[in-house]
Structure formats: structure tokens, C-alpha cells
């Protein structure tokens, strides 16, 4: 059982940045497949990124934050980032940190496809 820890979240000025840490607790080690997830009020869970931690470089990205975020990970630090920059009005949600324990991305901005759930840190922008 993995459990998630997210960190960084904040308000901040339109075109501000951010960056969201996601790190297991305890004795976890971040899995295959990580991926962030946003949730505003009154909207469904939305897919904002997700990375294949086993090359660090096969990533994925919603069309809605694509050139504006970018997923790291750092296997060494067992953390995931999420670099938030130009940052808008509608980026304002709460964003969880997800953890797919296949070997492989098969749907990584589906949310359905991950077992393992952070508690969500708030990112508000105005």
C-alpha cells in the first residue's frame, strides 16, 4: 500500500508559478507510472500530467496545461514534481498526486487507472 503526500500548493497572481512535490510516506516508493490530477468545485477529476518514472522522460500532458507544466521525478528522492508555470484563473483546484502500480502508462490521465490517492493540496489563482 503506497500512501501519497502532496506539498506546494498555494494562491498566486495570474502568470505566477508553482511547483507541487508528491512523495510516498513511510517506507513507499513512488511506482511506474505517477500522475497528477485536478479537481475544481463543482467539476469532474481532470488529468493534468503524468510520468513513466521507469525512463523519467515519457511524460503526458492535458492539452489545457501543455508548454505551461511540466512532471518531473527523481527516482533517487522517491518525489514527483509538478512545475506550474503561467499559471491562470481556471488552473485553481485541488490537485492530487496518483500512483499506478503496473509495470507500464497504459491511460495515465485516466484517473480510474490508479489505486493510490495523495489527500490533494490547493492551488488557487486569481
Known amino acids: 500500500h503506497v500512501q501519497l503526500v502532496e506539498s506546494g500548493g498555494g494562491s498566486v497572481q495570474a502568470g505566477g508559478s508553482l511547483r507541487l512535490s508528491c512523495s510516498p510516506s513511510?517506507?513507499?516508493?513512488?511506482?511506474?507510472?505517477m500522475g497528477w490530477f485536478r479537481q475544481a468545485p463543482g467539476k469532474e477529476r481532470e488529468g493534468v500530467a503524468a510520468i513513466y518514472t521507469g525512463d523519467s522522460r515519457t511524460v503526458y500532458y492535458a492539452d489545457s496545461v501543455k508548454g505551461r507544466f511540466a512532471i518531473s521525478a527523481d527516482n533517487a528522492e522517491n518525489t514527483v514534481y509538478l512545475q506550474m508555470n503561467s499559471l491562470k484563473p481556471e488552473d485553481t483546484a485541488m490537485y492530487y498526486c496518483?500512483?499506478?502500480?503496473?509495470?507500464?502508462?497504459?491511460?495515465?490521465?485516466?484517473?480510474?487507472?490508479?489505486?493510490?490517492w495523495g489527500q490533494g493540496t490547493q492551488v488557487t489563482v486569481s
Open positions: 513511510g517506507y513507499g516508493h513512488i511506482t511506474k507510472c
Open positions: 496518483a500512483a499506478d502500480s503496473t509495470v507500464l502508462c497504459w491511460n495515465p490521465l485516466v484517473g480510474s487507472e490508479y489505486e493510490y
